[in-house]
């Protein structure tokens, strides 16, 4: 293992290429001031610039939003549509006017927003990170917060958006939300409906926002059509390919990435998340990260799965429109269906009928991708969240005595139980061909497979990487 990780490295760091609008930056260059056209200055990373169609040439591209969306690559659109829409001439004068206060997020740590899910079963074991660090919302008369903060002419890059001063403060909300101070508010954004691809996980939000404040990086399961009105906007965004090091899907920060993309010293990313240089790389667009930078009149098509950083670069208002991808109408079915355990069984039994049935999942749902899909969910999701001290040392070490205690005690399945156990995964195999990505459906098997572990677990789910830990150690 030693001798494999001293080659990548070598290989790693000596390379530097440059293929078509590709650039890779292979040395920190941090410090230095940012020259020429080149997007991805300074980005320890391999990245390239977004495919781009403008309106006035592609009008029958465009005007197909599900074959443009099923093209499954981000996508901007120049000139689109919303130029032609009430809200396209919107100021921050106008939002003034319509809403006189605005309940904001707010941090003063930080310019980059994580979101913190509520109810996630990790989060009384965290060691520090707490529900209110993330969502706090102040009103803020609108007016004064626009001539104290807003209307900056200054453009901010990756690189520098740390030079903003607090307090950072963003505001979003759903459009329905928003009828009672605005009724026909739908109506300023013209035809946006064609951009709903499926009838459920509807969600439009307006977004506003000053310049430096960024939304950290993260995946959704849905369409994303995302239109700027006012100011700029930078997107960088990962194909799903790339190993990211996603945070648990128990974990409040689910769907977000633990690495620090924007460190700029290739060195320190190399140490801490090998596997996700390792998976950036020059030589396939399927591999490449993508910058993409939209301005008013612009609209971006971010994909289902394509994970994405947003900065923005100018004093902005935006809007999107989510839908549900075929795959996220897919996992919710696999979420209803029964998992043949009994309710009078133990923790030991219950430990037996989890343990294989995740054997079984993975054999059958993924194939011989499946053999390394428990080592890689302990190793890219748990260790670094254990390392860097997510959680309470105290109720780590006792859940590690109790698992070691239940493991030596499980029971061995029968005959008719092991039947059962094939035939319900035979049931979801049917679900997960519905999800025809193979990246996608690892990760949504990871998912998964935390979901049925923590409820064997409950309530002590920090017994769940120590699962996953003894499996991966019985399988060396």
């Known amino acids: 293992k030693n001798h494999i990780m001293l080659a990548t490295s070598i290989a790693v760091l000596v390379?530097?290429?440059?293929?078509?609008s590709c650039t890779y930056l292979g040395v920190d260059r941090s410090k230095e001031a940012t020259t020429g056209n080149d997007p991805c200055f300074g980005l320890a990373f391999p990245c390239r610039s977004a495919e781009e169609l403008s309106l006035a040439s592609t009008d029958g591209v465009v005007a197909n939003?599900?074959?443009?969306?099923?093209?499954r690559s981000p996508i901007v659109l120049?000139?689109?549509e919303s130029k032609s829409w009430p809200a396209f001439n919107w100021t921050f004068e106008t939002l003034a006017?319509?809403?006189?206060v605005l309940p904001m997020y707010e941090q003063q740590s930080s310019s980059v927003f994580t979101t913190f899910h509520d109810g996630k079963p990790l989060e009384p074991f965290l060691a520090t990170k707490q529900w209110a660090a993330f969502n706090k919302k102040v009103n803020v008369t609108t007016a004064t917060w626009l001539h104290k903060e807003m209307n900056a002419t200054e453009q901010v890059t990756h690189l520098n958006f740390t030079r903003i001063q607090p307090p950072y403060r963003y505001f979003s909300a759903d459009i329905r939300l928003l009828r009672e101070f605005w009724p026909d508010i739908e109506r300023e954004f013209g035809s946006h409906h064609k951009f709903v691809l499926a009838d459920s996980g509807v969600q439009r939000n307006v977004w506003v926002g000053k310049r430096g404040t960024t939304t950290a990086l993260h995946y959704d399961a849905t369409w994303n059509f995302f239109f700027q009105l006012k100011g700029a906007k930078e997107f960088l965004l990962f194909p799903p390919t790339t190993q990211l090091y996603y945070y648990s899907a128990l974990h409040p920060h689910q769907a977000h990435s633990q690495v620090p993309i924007l460190e700029s010293n290739r060195t320190a990313l190399l140490s801490a998340y090998p596997a996700f240089l390792q998976s950036t790389t020059c030589t396939s667009t399927s591999t490449t990260p993508i910058l993409a930078v939209v301005y008013p009149g612009d609209a971006l098509v971010v994909p289902p799965f394509w994970a994405h950083?947003?900065?923005?670069k100018q004093d902005s208002i935006s809007f999107n429109v989510w839908s549900d991808s075929p795959e996220y109408e897919a996992i919710n079915r696999v979420y209803e269906q029964p998992i043949p355990f009994e309710s009078s069984w133990?923790?030991?039994k219950l430990w037996s009928a989890a343990l294989m049935f995740v054997e079984e999942l993975c054999a059958q749902v993924l194939g011989e991708l499946g053999k390394d899909v428990i080592q890689h969910l302990f190793q890219y999701r748990w260790q670094p969240m254990i390392d860097a001290g997510e959680f309470d040392h105290q109720q780590l070490d006792d859940a590690r005595h109790s698992t070691l205690r239940k493991l030596e005690q499980r029971p061995v399945l029968t005959a008719l139980e092991r039947s059962r156990t094939k035939a319900a995964v035979g049931n979801l195999k049917q679900l997960y061909q519905h999800v025809p990505s193979r990246s996608i459906r690892r990760t949504l098997v990871q998912n998964y497979i935390e979901y049925v572990l923590a409820l064997v677990t409950s309530p002590n789910v920090l017994q769940v990487p120590l699962l996953l830990e003894h499996w991966v150690s019985q399988e060396q």
């Open 15 to 20: 390379i530097a290429i440059i293929i078509g």
């Open 65 to 71: 939003v599900t074959r443009l969306a099923h093209r």
């Open 309 to 312: 950083q947003v900065l923005t």
């Open 78 to 80: 120049r000139h689109s």
């Open 97 to 100: 006017k319509r809403f006189p």
């Open 346 to 348: 133990g923790h030991a």
